[in-house]
């Protein structure tokens, strides 16, 4: 593995193992946040609605997939699996079109931005072969020396 892929990938994932332990620890504390959002995010993945439940579920998938993408293992797929929890994350805790305050509007705004930033991370790394060549290209290239090697008349 790469000296840039054995740094970066935990560096990537050490806020999603720090801030998925402290959601497990105490879900409550984010109830009011996710509210907004919780319901939409059940709906859309057949969930029940229970919003404390999802804090808890996208906290051990941050934890998780944080973990493994830390370790090297699974990293494109932990990667994917951090992006997707991502996404409730950043529009439940940072909707700073709501905020009133100027400051806290400009707070939010820079987190909810940093966030996106995260994410275009997240997308490199879930489409990171490390040099090697991706799946659809191995599935194309099979299919065409496969072809090749059937006689036509």
Do not use: C, Y
Request: hydrophobic share 50%.
């Amino acid at each position: 593995m790469a000296l840039t892929r054995m740094l970066a990938r935990p560096l990537l994932a050490s806020s999603f193992v720090a801030s998925g332990v402290d959601v497990l620890r105490n879900p409550e504390a984010k109830q009011a946040d996710a509210e907004p959002v919780a319901s939409q995010v059940a709906e859309s993945l057949g969930l029940p609605d229970d919003t404390v439940m999802l804090i808890k579920i996208n906290g051990a998938v941050q934890v998780g997939a944080g973990l493994l993408l830390a370790t090297g293992r699974l990293p494109r797929l932990a990667a994917a699996a951090l992006a997707v929890s991502l996404v409730p994350t950043t529009l439940a805790r940072h909707r700073f079109w709501e905020a009133d305050d100027p400051d806290a509007r400009a707070g939010q705004q820079v987190h909810f931005l940093k966030n996106l930033s995260v994410l275009g991370g997240l997308i490199l790394a879930a489409a990171d072969t490390e040099g090697n060549p991706s799946l659809a290209w191995r599935a194309r290239h099979a299919v065409e020396r496969a072809q090749e090697a059937l006689p036509f008349d």
